[in-house]
Structure formats: structure tokens, C-alpha cells
């Protein structure tokens, strides 16, 4: 229990400096557009709104960094993040939850899909060396060097420009009514397949490698020429005790890449024209909203480090060691 | 006490009496790292890139921005080899002209993140207590917080960030992980008996840290650079097609930028494809690099490539530390192996 | 005379949900320079607790350690002459010796940080070092460790300790990673060291016979408290405690019938 206990320190910890971090940005950078905003719309916001965005950017000069500060968590705990220039001052909070199912899906697919994949096919090239396995590392060491957002407009070029199989942008057709419909949903997983394709393919790489040159060293091992001695099957072998104990720096790795991959995948909704939080980021800094940019800054490493925990605790459940070692 | 003393003196290896290795050679092993097949497959690919990188001015046919308006968006030609942009301008010149600053601010980028890492990492290593936690609990929020999104907002503020800037940007969200493989690494080392002696015969700490254990920590901290340089590249690559970096910084992600905005696709392949095979195969590079790094310092992955290609050429697939029988005695006609390997392997 | 010092010294370990753990309970013992002392135990007897203590790697949860009449120096030139005067031998070869570093670096370094000679003469002392645990100069003096044999790797280690000529050499089980048939040669060599500078030597080890061959005076240290102390022949040869007879008995005796049960079992 004392190591969860810890974990839990660690993340707490985490959080608040997350938060912190994004407390002193917008008073980091230069300039303050919120000013010219607020002076120019007037009219527009109500004195609520205007005073929320100035707590958010400490323009509210006349209190200390302090006061700022407690200010800032109370609107936070309420759940208010600011009003965003560029969606006719509805809220953040409210922006981002339209967008953040759609890049929670699309990554989230994705990114299983292709870690189960990966870890199976590294599992079976660790196991047998044989020359089509050998091949398959150049090839996967490629496609991991390929940066995300390129393969995704090959990806696009290939299959929806010429062959015609895939729509190249959107997540659902125009026109389309959103709903539990069976029809919108197949719309959706149609126009979703593209981008999940691209991420699993881009990613795929890595894992495959990791996970062969772990089963390769776990193979070494003396338990497992026990286990084979014992006459279990090699599938046995390879599932319930080789690949078991590969997996598990697989997790830990997991949870390190997940920063990159919501990286690559900011881009993608780019390329891709999908309504994630990665293009509502792109699309806010060029529009310079920044109640917008700083919301979503804090939505995305929250979200961040909720996968960090997620993949902290399988790994502890795998791992009985892991429960005794320090953090 | 009688006891028959022996004082004869220890054998020593015969040969010649070997006083001393130049520095060269000592050089030289340091480099072991880099000696098998892939290491040095990616270092020629390395290699070239940043010869094109120096040479630019004499191998590009054009420059980067002149524009020849007779052959406006044509495909592949021997006046224009990679084709021209919709305005006219070759491609294949602005590839050359990209390569120098993909590479400055990667490497640049690569030094200031692993020099960070090896700061807060060995360190952190080295202390005990709270000081070691605090340095860790730092790291490991830098792991956490997302790097693309910082390195957007950051880089947004600044109209023209100059190279150091985009590079520092760069560094912030990549030293993290470095710093915390080196941690561990150092840990480990710490309670090593060499490092035990050396603390019990006086060294200084600091003589202790650079003397003694940086040099067994070298294979990781080139590791962690060659990796960071690769995260570097992809991360200008990107930032520079998403637009946030100005165009004065002309890199393959810029490239890039410039298709997009100006509907190469799906059409003008040569437009978009060579930029980022470009990306990827200096990533492969890097990664090979990489690899040839992790053989090195892994024994068991490094006999095992060996032992595997020594015993396909006999003829047998292994699998695992199963001993494969040979039923029949091998004729060198009946096996059919054939000798084209993976030339990459 | 140069002197070590035990008195009543217990070290006590917290243990993480535990409570604690007991590794040296009230042990007492002196070491002057021109004798050998052996302190035999099995593992987890607390052996290199004390080896530690010694080298100020830990320090003693109550009693006192001396040196020279005086507690152990924490800082300073007396930190300092502590250092050079009290060596350590440890108990891997493969491990006490920076992989990346030569022979010369190795034996340079205490030489050195102690000024043991001028500048001009390191190397010549380098190799008077190398000659004094008898191994070729010209043929180590460059090499990394490993290309050196077990024996001789711990050979270095020796000259090591002996660069800043201490008066108190601790060797922490020093051949029992060794092969069988080397142990009798580096423990020889250790017998003559000590005997050529009258060292005082703490030879900490396992093996009671090598202990009879080697000490004047043995200790035998069981779960952290010595339970028996004497001259070496008398501790062998008559036992007072029964876990030394049990330590004693476990010996193999060329001379000893097999048919004759043997007394008592190791606890």
C-alpha cells in the first residue's frame, strides 16, 4: 500500500506543478492581447466573463501573485477556464468538450490497436529468428522514423486521392446528423479509419522493436529453459511467461511515449481535418485565442497524466515487484 | 606459521611487454559502441547528410528561392531533378538548403538536452535524500507535461525565434527522459565497490563523478543523445509544417509547409514525398545508430544477432534457447538457404 | 603503535515495515599494527557491517570507534590521514576495479591524492608497487582490468591499498571469490606484505582454516556479537562456543574417518 501511497504523492505532485506551470505562462509570455480584446468587445462580455479571463492572465495587477494564485484555483475547481475569442466567447470548457471525445476516440483506438499489434508481432519476431523477421526490423525501424504527419498526407494522396477508398478529412460527411444512429456511426468509423490507419502504422514500429529486443533478453533467461524443459508448449512458453515478463518495461515505456503520441497526433487532426482538441490547438493559435490555447494546455497534460496513472497501476498490478520497489 | 611460499611471480600474459596504449587506440575502443554493421550504416547515412549540409552551396544546382518562372510545378527533369514548386523554385536545391537547418538545430538542440540530462540526472544519482527525490520529482514532471502542445505555445509567442531559441524550445521538452535512464544508471553505479574505493581512498566527488563514472555511463548518454536529436528533428519537422516557425528557418518541414499550402496534393508527388523521406531516412539513420548503441551495451542482444546469422548460414532456424537438432548431416546442396540477407540487418 | 578500536559497538538497521535489524550487537575488539586479526563468520554475521564502519561508509548506532586513542576523524587533515592510513581490500575483483581505467590510473590515483612521493617519481613507484605483489610491471602496467586473471586483479587491488603505505590494511574476504587454487598464493603474498611494513591486518572472512593459517588472533562473530576471541591455535583447537565448534567441524579434515559422526550443526 505504501507504494501506491507514493504514486499517489507523485501525481498530486505532478498535477499541481502542471497547474502551476500553467498559471505563469500567459504572465511568461509578452505582449497581452487579453487587454485589447477586453477593451475592444466591451460591450460583449459580461463582468463576470472579463473578470475570469484577467485571473487567467494576471492582468488583474492590482493583487498580489498570491492572491492571483488562490484566484485562479477557485476558478478552476469551478469549473471555469475562460472564454474563447475565436468561438464567439462560449466558453472553454465548453469548445473543448465538443472536440476532446473525437481525439479521445481517434488516439485512443489508435494507440491500443497498435500497441497490441506491435507487442504481438515484436513477441513473435523476439521468438523466431528467422529471416522474414529479420526483414521486418529494418522495415518497422523505417515506418517509426516516418514523422506522423507526412505519412498521414501520403496516407491521404494514396488512399483517398487515388484509389478513392477513404474520405480525406472530417470526421463524419456534411450533412450527417450526429447521433447513437447506426448510420452515423459508420460514418464516422468510415471516416475515422484513415487517421487511426496512420497512427498505427507510424507507431507501430516502435513498439514491434521494443518488445522484440525485450523477448529476446527475457528468452535468455533460465526460467524459461525450466518452462521448456517442463515440456509446456512453445506457445505456452511464449504467451504466459516469455511475453509476460517483456511486456512489462513495454507499460512503462507506454506510459513515457503517450506524451509523444498525443504529439502526432495534434498534427494529424491537422492533416486530416479531424475535430480533435489537436486542431481546435492549432487553429487556436492561429487565431491567437489564448484563453482557448491555455485551457486546452491544461486539458491535454490533465489527460496526460490520467493515462500515466492508468498505465502506472496496470503496471503495478503485472508486476508484484514493482509494488516494492521504490517509485 | 610455516607455509611453503610461492615467489614465483604471477603469470603474466606472455608476448610482448605492452606498456602502454596510445591515446588513439584508447580512442578507438572508446568507439567500440559504433563498430558492427548498424551503427556504421547509419553513420554513412549520417555522414552524407551532413556533408550536404556543408557543401550545400557547391552541390545545389539553385538556390532555395529563385525562382524559374519557364517551369512553373513540373515534375522530375534533369534541369530540375526532385521537379519545382508552383513557383517555380527547385526542389531538389531546397532539400539541400533544408538539410543544414534540420541538422543545426537538431544537434544544437541534441547537445543543450543531453548536457540538462546529464546535470539533473547523474546529479540526482549521485545525491541522497530529498535533494535526489526533488531532482526526480522535476524530471518526471517534465515527463509528463506534453511536449508538442509547449513547444506550440512557446514557440507562437515569438515572431522570429532564432535558431538557439527553436533549439532551447526543443531541449526543454526533451531532456527529461535522459535524466531519468541516467539517474537509475547512476544509482546503480554509486554502489559499485570501484566507486565504494574511490570514495574510501579521499577522491573528491566531483573527480569521482567525471573520472570514474562518466566514462562507464558514456554508451547511455550517446544513446540518450542520438535520440534526443531524433525527437529534435521530428519536432522542428513538425513545428515547421504546422507554421509556427517562421520561414526564415528553411528545413524540410518547411518544405512541407509550402506543399500543403499550396495544393501539391494529391498531385505533385515530387513535391511532398522526398522532404519527408528525407526525415525518415535520417531518423532510420539516427536510429540505426541507436541500435548498433543498444547491441553494444546489451551483451545478449549482441551475440545473439551473431549467433543467429552464424547459424543460418549453416543452414538452421533458431528459435529461442532451443537447440535445434540437425536429423540429417548437412550437404551444402540440399539446404537452400540462400545468402541474400536483409541488407540493413 | 597505530590502533583500531572497537567498544561495545552495535549498529542497528531500519527496516521498511519491519521495525529494525540488528547487524552488530556490542562488539568489542583492538587492532594494532604488526598483528593479523581474523573475524570468521558466516553470512550475515555482521562481517561487513564492521568492514563498513571502518571505512566510514556507515557509522555505529551506539559504542565507540577509535583510532589512535582518539573517535574516528569526520573531516579535515584528520579525515585525511585516517584515510591513507586505514585501507580497504574488497572482496570482488571484478567489481573494484573501474572497467574503464588502466592499472596505472588505478594505482596513480592514490598516490597522488596522498603525495605519497613527488611527481616525477609516480611512475617509478607505480611499478615498485606492482613488483611488490609480484606481478610483472612492464606487462600490467597498461592493462584494463579486464585482461587481467581474477588473481591478478585482486593482486592490483592489494597494491592499491598499499600505494599510501597505511599502517592498518581491512581485507574483506579477499580470495573467496577467487578459484580454489589461487587463494593460498595471494593470501601468502598478504602474509609476507604484512610482515615486510608490519601492517596490522583485519582479515575478514569465512573460511576458518585459511583464518588459523593466516591470523595471529582469531574472532568469531555469529548474528552480530562475538562469541568467541583467542589466539588463533587456541579458538581451533579448543573451542569454547559451540557455534565455533559447529564453524570448526564443518571444516573438511583429510584425517577425520567418515564413519565417526560429527558433533553438533551448524545453528
Redesign the interface.
Known amino acids: 500500500m ?1 507504494f501506491f501511497a507514493r504514486r499517489a504523492v ?1 501525481y498530486l ?2 498535477a499541481w ?2 497547474i502551476t ?1 500553467n498559471f505563469f ?1 500567459p504572465r511568461m ?3 497581452d492581447p487579453i487587454s485589447a480584446y477586453l477593451q475592444k468587445n466591451q460591450g460583449k462580455i459580461s463582468p463576470e466573463a472579463a473578470d475570469a479571463l484577467r485571473t487567467l492572465f494576471g492582468l488583474d495587477t492590482g493583487k498580489s501573485l498570491f492572491e492571483q494564485y488562490i484566484d485562479y484555483w477557485r476558478l478552476l475547481l469551478s469549473g471555469d477556464l475562460g472564454r474563447s475569442f475565436s468561438h464567439g466567447l462560449a466558453p472553454v470548457t465548453d469548445v473543448i468538450g465538443t472536440a476532446l471525445p473525437w481525439t479521445v476516440g481517434l488516439v485512443g483506438i489508435a494507440t491500443i490497436l497498435s500497441f497490441i499489434i506491435g507487442t504481438a508481432a515484436g513477441a513473435i519476431i ?6 522474414a523477421s ?2 521486418a ?2 522495415a518497422a ?2 515506418f ?8 498521414g ?2 496516407a ?2 494514396v488512399f ?3 484509389l478513392g477508398w477513404f474520405p480525406a478529412s472530417h470526421a463524419y460527411s456534411k450533412g450527417a446528423h450526429p447521433g447513437f444512429t447506426l448510420e452515423f456511426i459508420g460514418d464516422v468509423i468510415y471516416h475515422g479509419t484513415l487517421p487511426a490507419l496512420t497512427i498505427v502504422l507510424a507507431s507501430l514500429g516502435g513498439w514491434m522493436l521494443g518488445m522484440r ?1 525485450m523477448m ?2 527475457v ?2 533467461e533460465d526460467y ?2 525450466v518452462a ?1 524443459a517442463k515440456g509446456l508448449s ?1 506457445a505456452r512458453v511464449v504467451t504466459r511467461y ?1 511475453a509476460r515478463n517483456a511486456m512489462l518495461p513495454q507499460l512503462s515505456s507506454f506510459a ?1 511515449s ?3 503520441i ?3 497526433t ?2 494529424m487532426e ?1 492533416v486530416f481535418s479531424y475535430p480533435g482538441v489537436g486542431k481546435l ?2 487553429d487556436a ?2 487565431a491567437k485565442d489564448y484563453p482557448l ?1 491555455q485551457g ?2 491544461l486539458v ?2 490533465l489527460a ?2 490520467l493515462a ?1 496513472i492508468l498505465a502506472d497501476a496496470a503496471y503495478a498490478i503485472l508486476d508484484p515487484r514493482a509494488r516494492q520497489m521504490e517509485a | 606459521m610455516t607455509i611453503p611460499t610461492t615467489t614465483a611471480l604471477e603469470a603474466s600474459e606472455p608476448e610482448e611487454p605492452r606498456v602502454g596504449i596510445s591515446t588513439l587506440q584508447r580512442m578507438g575502443a572508446s568507439f567500440a559502441m559504433f563498430r558492427n554493421r548498424k551503427s556504421l550504416t547509419g553513420l554513412i547515412i549520417l555522414g552524407v547528410f551532413v556533408l550536404i549540409a556543408v557543401f550545400g552551396d557547391l552541390i545545389a544546382p539553385y538556390g532555395p528561392l529563385d525562382k524559374d518562372y519557364t517551369a512553373l510545378k513540373q515534375p522530375p527533369t534533369w534541369q530540375h531533378l526532385l521537379g519545382t514548386t508552383h513557383m517555380g523554385e527547385d526542389i531538389f536545391s531546397q532539400i539541400i538548403y533544408g538539410t543544414r537547418g534540420v541538422l543545426l538545430v537538431g544537434f544544437l538542440a541534441g547537445i543543450l538536452a543531453t548536457a540538462a540530462a546529464v546535470a539533473v540526472g547523474v546529479a540526482s544519482g549521485m545525491v541522497a535524500g530529498w535533494r535526489s527525490e526533488a531532482l526526480s520529482a522535476l524530471t518526471n514532471v517534465f515527463l509528463v507535461l506534453p511536449g508538442l502542445p509547449l513547444m506550440i505555445i512557446i514557440a507562437s509567442q515569438y515572431d522570429d525565434p532564432s535558431l538557439f531559441l527553436i533549439a532551447g524550445v526543443l531541449a526543454l521538452t526533451g531532456w527529461a527522459w535522459g535524466a531519468r535512464v541516467l539517474r537509475a544508471q547512476t544509482m546503480s553505479l554509486r554502489d559499485r565497490d570501484f566507486v565504494r574505493a574511490a570514495r574510501a581512498n579521499g577522491e573528491p566527488l566531483w573527480r569521482i563523478i567525471t573520472v570514474e563514472m562518466l566514462p562507464n555511463l558514456m554508451a547511455i548518454i550517446a544513446s540518450s543523445f542520438v535520440g534526443t536529436v531524433t525527437a529534435a528533428v521530428l519536432g522542428l519537422t513538425t513545428l515547421a509544417f504546422i507554421g509556427i516557425i517562421p520561414i526564415t528557418n528553411l528545413n524540410w518541414g518547411t518544405i512541407l509547409f509550402w506543399a500543403q499550402q499550396n495544393g501539391a496534393f494529391p498531385d505533385y508527388w515530387w513535391w511532398y514525398v522526398p522532404a519527408g523521406l528525407c526525415i525518415a531516412l535520417l531518423g532510420m539513420a539516427l536510429a540505426l545508430i541507436n541500435f548498433g548503441i543498444d547491441e553494444y551495451v546489451n551483451p545478449r542482444l549482441r551475440s545473439e544477432g551473431e549467433r543467429a546469422r552464424a547459424q543460418r548460414k549453416k543452414g538452421v532456424t533458431a528459435t529461442s534457447g532451443v537447440t535445434a537438432v540437425r536429423r540429417t548431416p548437412s550437404s551444402p546442396a540440399s539446404s537452400p538457404h540462400d545468402e541474400t540477407e536483409a541488407s540493413l540487418v | 603503535m597505530t590502533a583500531l578500536e572497537f567498544r561495545s559497538v552495535t549498529k542497528r538497521y531500519r527496516v521498511r515495515g519491519a521495525g529494525h535489524m540488528l547487524a552488530l550487537d556490542d562488539v568489542s575488539f583492538r587492532l594494532g599494527s604488526g598483528e593479523t586479526v581474523a573475524l570468521v563468520g558466516q553470512s550475515g554475521s555482521g562481517k561487513s557491517t564492521i568492514a563498513k564502519i571502518i571505512t566510514q561508509l556507515e557509522r555505529a548506532t551506539s559504542g565507540e570507534v577509535l583510532f589512535d586513542g582518539a573517535p574516528l576523524p569526520r573531516g579535515g587533515r584528520g579525515l585525511r590521514r585516517y584515510r591513507q592510513q586505514v585501507r580497504m581490500v574488497f572482496q570482488d575483483p571484478f567489481a573494484s576495479l573501474n572497467p574503464y581505467h588502466t592499472v596505472r590510473h588505478h594505482l596513480e590515483r592514490p598516490l597522488r591524492l596522498d603525495n605519497v612521493v613527488p611527481r616525477d617519481e609516480v611512475e617509478a613507484e607505480v611499478r615498485r608497487l606492482l613488483q611488490r605483489v609480484r606481478l610483472d610491471p612492464a606487462a600490467t602496467i597498461g592493462r584494463r582490468p579486464h585482461e587481467l586473471s581474477g588473481g591478478q586483479r585482486q593482486r592490483v587491488a592489494i597494491a592499491r591499498a598499499l600505494a599510501s603505505r597505511p599502517a592498518l590494511l581491512v581485507a574483506d574476504e579477499p580470495v573467496s571469490m577467487l578459484d580454489v587454487s589461487i587463494r593460498l598464493g595471494v593470501l601468502n603474498l598478504l602474509a609476507d606484505l604484512q610482515r615486510e611494513s608490519n601492517l596490522g591486518v583485519l582479515y575478514i572472512t569465512h573460511d576458518l582454516a585459511t583464518a588459523r593459517h593466516f591470523s595471529d588472533r582469531i574472532m568469531v562473530l555469529h548474528h552480530g556479537r562475538v562469541v568467541e576471541e583467542g589466539t588463533a591455535d587456541d579458538v581451533i583447537l579448543r573451542p569454547q562456543h559451540e557455534y565455533t565448534r559447529a564453524l570448526r567441524d564443518a571444516s573438511p579434515d583429510p584425517d577425520r574417518h567418515f564413519a565417526t559422526p560429527t558433533e553438533g550443526a551448524l545453528s
Open positions: 505504501r507523485f505532485f505532478t506543478a502542471a506551470i505562462l509570455m509578452k505582449g523476439g521468438w523466431r529468428r528467422g529471416r529479420e526483414l526490423i529494418p525501424n523505417f517509426s522514423s516516418v514523422p506522423y504527419f507526412w505519412m498526407l501520403i491521404i494522396a483517398s486521392s487515388a529486443n529476446i533478453t528468452l535468455d524459461i529453459t521448456q512453445p516469455a513515457l503517450l506524451g509523444f498525443v504529439g502526432g495534434l498534427v491537422l490547438l492549432l493559435t492561429n490555447m486546452l494546455f491535454i497534460t496526460v497524466l500515466n
